[in-house]
């Protein structure tokens, strides 16, 4: 059964940073593409950041040189180091992939940017 297990979430001020954590089981983890998502309350669910399974990356703009999206296969761990955080980054944030035909979810983890 795949499961991720999320962690590293929480308030912090303008400008400060936060590092996400998923780690993954149940999934040969090394040879997925693995996805930071984030929503806001009553709106859709936004991808962040990619990383392939050989490590090549993409963001969304609105992040583009303040988030970095990182894996360590041996861990079978992803993460999302988040720098120079402004209020609109506060969402619920998800990682995923897409293995065995279907999308699997983390449970989600809050970040609250605010003073």
């Known amino acids: 059964q795949v499961q991720f297990v999320q962690s590293g979430g929480g308030l912090v001020q303008p400008g400060g940073s936060l590092r996400l954590s998923c780690a993954a089981s149940?999934?040969?983890?090394?040879?997925?593409?693995m996805r930071w998502y984030r929503q806001l309350p009553g709106k859709e669910r936004e991808l962040v950041a990619s990383?392939?399974?050989?490590?090549?990356?993409n963001y969304t703009d609105s992040v583009k040189d303040r988030f970095i999206i990182s894996r360590d296969n041996v861990r079978s761990t992803l993460y999302l180091q988040m720098n120079s955080l402004k209020p609109e980054d506060t969402a619920v944030y998800y990682c995923s992939t897409r293995a065995y035909g279907r999308e699997f979810w983390g449970r989600g983890t809050q970040v609250t940017v605010s003073s």
């Open positions: 149940g999934i040969n983890f090394r040879l997925y593409a």
């Open positions: 990383i392939t399974s050989d490590h090549a990356r």
